[in-house]
Nanobody
Framework: QVQLVESGGGLVQPGGSLRLSCAAS????????MGWYRQAPGKQRELVAS???????DYGDSVKGRFTISRDNAKNTVYLQMNSLNAEDTAVYYC????????????????WGQGTQVTVSS
């Protein structure tokens, strides 16, 4: 079992920066990848950024060049550095972890945090 707790959300002005943190606990060794998703009112949840245990990263098109995902293995924490924020970045941001368990690691489990609100407004 994996538990995820997000922090760092809040109100920021357009053009500003914010850093989100996601602390993982529980069966940390089972985690294969972690990432951030977001959901704005009336819109589908979308991938923001992800990072695998091997260090590979992926970003949503709307945040490329502005957001950076990183991890601190010693603290079991993943970060999302958000720069050049605009109003379209306003959403609830959710931390996600993917674990591989079971025989031959065939079973894939997804874990989600409760979310943290990011509001970009002048």
């Amino acid at each position: 079992q994996v538990q995820l707790v997000e922090s760092g959300g809040g109100l920021v002005q357009p053009g500003g920066s914010l850093r989100l943190s996601c602390a993982a606990s529980g069966s940390i060794s089972s985690i294969n990848a972690m990432g951030w998703y977001r959901q704005a009112p009336g819109k589908q949840r979308e991938l923001v950024a992800s990072i695998t245990n091997g260090g590979g990263t992926d970003y949503g098109d709307s945040v490329k060049g502005r957001f950076t995902i990183s991890r601190d293995n010693a603290k079991n924490t993943v970060y999302l550095q958000m720069n050049s924020l605009n109003a379209e970045d306003t959403a609830v941001y959710y931390c996600n972890a993917v674990s591989r368990v079971g025989f031959l690691k065939r079973k894939e489990l997804n874990y989600w945090g409760q979310g943290t609100q990011v509001t970009v407004s002048s």
